[in-house]
């Protein structure tokens, strides 16, 4: 499964909304109904972190401006105020079957 | 708190070994499946493998597939990630994940802080 995201360099002026998506070559909807897809953001210098699983439910601690939605093979993470600590590289990650694939990464800058 | 340390990174040369260990601390290390993924200087992250709560299964990327080997030692609270055959391309920092299933969620939930490899002669 091949995930591309665009776009791949998003520079976002502070209190904008931002938007990444991520397209898959295969579904990732399960028979159950759940999409897997997941969003994580690697902040500089740091490992990554879960922002979003299962295509639109927010990790525990991540701010409400984040939000996942789509479905199938396209999927969208939004911001809907850019913060100046949102800056990274933004990843789509497809759990659905191995060998688990990521998007090639979506690197927020501030203007 | 949970924690996953990686070591064993280091300089190594073209062609050989090295093994990785993952050092797990503040949850049931034997109730979750782990993963490696990988991120070359620069680029994007790349899964490499993954094992099950008891060691009886294991996936690889198949740019891995048959030179390294995934492995955890439920007693020790530690994974492994023995790798042979190495090569330029297989330079990255490493990085020991866990993945949490629930009824609910199911995420890679913790990372470790990455142990750089490098590949060179």
């Known amino acids: 499964i091949v995930l591309t995201q665009s776009p791949l360099s998003l520079p976002v002026i502070p209190g904008e909304p931002a938007s990444i998506s991520c397209r898959s070559t295969q579904t990732l909807l399960h028979s159950s109904g759940i999409n897997y897809l997941d969003w994580y953001l690697q902040k500089p210098g740091q490992s990554p972190r879960l922002l979003i699983y299962f295509g639109s439910n927010r990790a525990s601690g991540v701010p409400d401006r984040f939000s996942g939605s789509g479905s199938g093979t396209d999927f969208t993470l939004k911001i809907s105020r850019v913060e100046a600590e949102d800056v990274g590289v933004y990843y789509c990650?497809?759990?659905?079957?191995?060998?688990?694939?990521f998007g090639q990464g979506t690197k927020l800058e501030i203007k | 708190e949970v924690q996953l340390v990686e070591s064993g990174g280091g300089l190594v040369q073209p062609g050989g070994s090295l093994r990785l260990s993952c050092a797990a601390s503040?949850?049931?290390?034997?109730?979750?499946?782990m993963h490696w993924v990988r991120q070359a200087p620069g680029k994007g992250l790349v899964w490499i493998s993954r094992i099950n709560n008891d060691g009886s299964s294991t996936s690889y990327a198949d740019s891995v597939k048959g030179r390294f080997t995934i492995s955890r030692d439920n007693a020790k609270n530690t994974l492994y990630l023995q790798m042979s055959s190495l090569r330029a391309e297989d330079t990255a920092v490493y990085y020991c994940v866990r993945r949490s299933c629930t009824n609910s969620e199911c995420s890679f939930d913790y990372w470790g802080q990455g142990t750089l490899v490098t590949v060179s002669s």
């Open positions: 503040g949850f049931t290390f034997s109730n979750y499946w």
């Open positions: 990650m497809q759990p659905l079957q191995t060998p688990y694939t």
